[in-house]
C-alpha cells in the first residue's frame, strides 16, 4: 500500500492519540474531516493500522516478566513454538535463527507463577534446554501505558466493563460505550479520561510493520559496562528498536529490531556495538512469528486476568 505524507501523519496522530476524532485528525494534519475518515478507513481496511486499547499489566495482576531461549531436539521447532504458544503466560513465540531455535515472552501474577510456566515449557515434548532472563525494567514497551495504573481500589466494575468494551473496539463512541455500562455519556466520557489520564489504559494505533516495508525483525541481547543508563537511553531511541528491556541473566538487556532491509539491521547493530557502555551485542533473526497476544484478557470484578489473551 503506498501511502503519501497525508497518510503518514494520520499514522502518526493515531499512534498518539487512538481515540481522536477525525474533525480533530484532519484539523491536525490538515485535511478535511471526510478525506480524514476515508483515509483512516483504508487503513483499517487494508490492515496497515490497528486501533488497540492496552491496559496496563499491573492494572490485571501480572508483575513478573521474563524471555525463554529454547534449545530444540528430536522435534520441529515450529511443533515445539506451537506448544510453547498455547500457553497462557507467553504473549508472544518466535521461531528463530542461531543457537536457539525458539523464543518466548514471559508474563505472569508473581515470580513463583513464571518459574512453574518455565518448568511447563522444560517438560514439553522436544525441549531440550531453556535459558531464562527476567525483565527488570521494560524501558521500551508498545504495548504498555506510559504510566502506572494507580491504585486498584480506585476503580470500580463499571470502570472494568468500560476497559472489556475499549477492548473490543478502541474507537467505540462515547454514545455506544453509555449505552454499554448503563451510564450517561457525559459521566462515561469522565470516566475514560480518568482511565487513560491514571494510565490504566491507553488507546493507541498499532502499525502492522510489514505494510510500511519494515520485514525484517531480529532480537539483540546487550551487555553493558557498569551500569549501562545512557547506553540503553541511546538505543531505546532509535527508531527501529521496537522493544528494550534491562535484564537479570546471561546479559544486561534486551531488545528488539524491526528494519527494511538485513543491511539496514547490520547497520544498526554495528551502531549499538559503537555505542560508549555496550560492551558487546548478539543478534538473533526471528522467522517465523508463531504468537504474538499483548492485548488484554478479560477483567473479573476484582481486577484478576482470566482466560486466553485476545490475539493482537
Not at 543491511?263 to 533473526?285: F, K, P, Y
Request: net charge neutral.
Amino acid at each position: 500500500m503506498e501511502l503519501d505524507e497525508f497518510d503518514l501523519a494520520l499514522i502518526e496522530q493515531l499512534r498518539v492519540d487512538g481515540r481522536a476524532s477525525f474533525e480533530s485528525l484532519g484539523t491536525r494534519v490538515g485535511l478535511s474531516r471526510t478525506a480524514a475518515r476515508a483515509r483512516v478507513q483504508r487503513f483499517f481496511d487494508s490492515g496497515v493500522l490497528r486501533v488497540a486499547a492496552m491496559v496496563h499489566p499491573e492494572f490485571e495482576g501480572i508483575h513478573a516478566f521474563g524471555h525463554v531461549s529454547i534449545t530444540v531436539h528430536g522435534r520441529a521447532s515450529a511443533q515445539v513454538a506451537a506448544s510453547v504458544a498455547q500457553l497462557p503466560d507467553t504473549p508472544f513465540v518466535s521461531v528463530v535463527s542461531g543457537r536457539h531455535s525458539v523464543v518466548a515472552e514471559l508474563r505472569s501474577p508473581d515470580v513463583a507463577h513464571l518459574s512453574d510456566t518455565v518448568s511447563l515449557i522444560r517438560s514439553l515434548d522436544g525441549v531440550q534446554s531453556v535459558d531464562t532472563l527476567i525483565l527488570t525494567h521494560l524501558l521500551k514497551e508498545p504495548h504498555i501505558p506510559a504510566h502506572g495504573p494507580g491504585r486498584p481500589e480506585q476503580f470500580d466494575e463499571t470502570d472494568r466493563r468500560l476497559l472489556n468494551l475499549l477492548h473490543e473496539d478502541g474507537r467505540m463512541p462515547y454514545a455506544d460505550l453509555a449505552d454499554g455500562v448503563g451510564l450517561s455519556r457525559g459521566a462515561t466520557r469522565t470516566r475514560v479520561l480518568r482511565l487513560l489520564g491514571t494510565g490504566v489504559v491507553s488507546v493507541t494505533g498499532m502499525v502492522n510493520p510489514t505494510a510500511l516495508g519494515m520485514t525484517q525483525m531480529s532480537g539483540f541481547q546487550l551487555h553493558l559496562e557498569t551500569d549501562g543508563t545512557t547506553a540503553l537511553s541511546v538505543i531505546g531511541r532509535l527508531e527501529q528498536v521496537s522493544f528494550l528491556a534491562r535484564t537479570l541473566g546471561r546479559c544486561d538487556a534486551i531488545g528488539t529490531l524491526i528494519t527494511r532491509a538485513r543491511t539496514e539491521t547490520v547497520d544498526l547493530l554495528d551502531r549499538m556495538r559503537a555505542i560508549d557502555g555496550v560492551r558487546d551485542v548478539q543478534s538473533w533473526t526471528h522467522l517465523e512469528l508463531v504468537k504474538e497476544q499483548y492485548d488484554r484478557r478479560p477483567l473479573r470484578a476484582n481486577g484478576a486476568a482470566h482466560g486466553a489473551a485476545a490475539s493482537r
